[in-house]
């Protein structure tokens, strides 16, 4: 009789036992970038999912101190690549900052400064 009981009640242990996992937030690898040409700036900014799935929504905005002078908005899936343009004044040094919303939740900021030559 022991010799039976052993038997099912580990079958029974490994059936009814479950164990719990935590859901893993998810991450994308964020790349801003920006360089000059002239009086121009370009402004990159490259996002990868880390599942080709998720949705990427991005808040890209071009900052001369504390005033905000470009902003774009783009939505992706899995990636994002972006590039665009903007006036800027030579010597002056300015900050692209990217707000990602990924699958519905905010990310950190991401940002980069570079100064016009």
């Known amino acids: 009789m022991k010799k039976r009981i052993l038997p099912i009640l580990f079958v029974f242990l490994m059936v009814f ?3 719990a996992y935590a859901a893993s937030p998810r991450v994308a690898q ?3 970038g920006i360089s000059f040409s002239g009086t121009t700036a370009t402004c990159t900014v490259f996002i990868a999912a880390e599942q080709m799935t998720d949705d990427i929504d991005a808040v890209i905005k071009l900052w001369e101190g504390s005033r905000c002078i470009e902003t774009w908005k783009r939505s992706s899936v899995g990636d994002l690549a972006f590039s665009g343009e903007a006036s800027v004044t030579r010597g002056k040094t300015y900050k ?5 919303t990924l699958e519905g939740k905010a990310l950190p900021e991401f940002s980069i400064e570079g100064t016009c030559p």
């Open 30 to 32: 964020v790349v801003p």
């Open 96 to 100: 692209l900052t990217v707000d990602v």
């Open 17 to 19: 036992s479950s164990t």
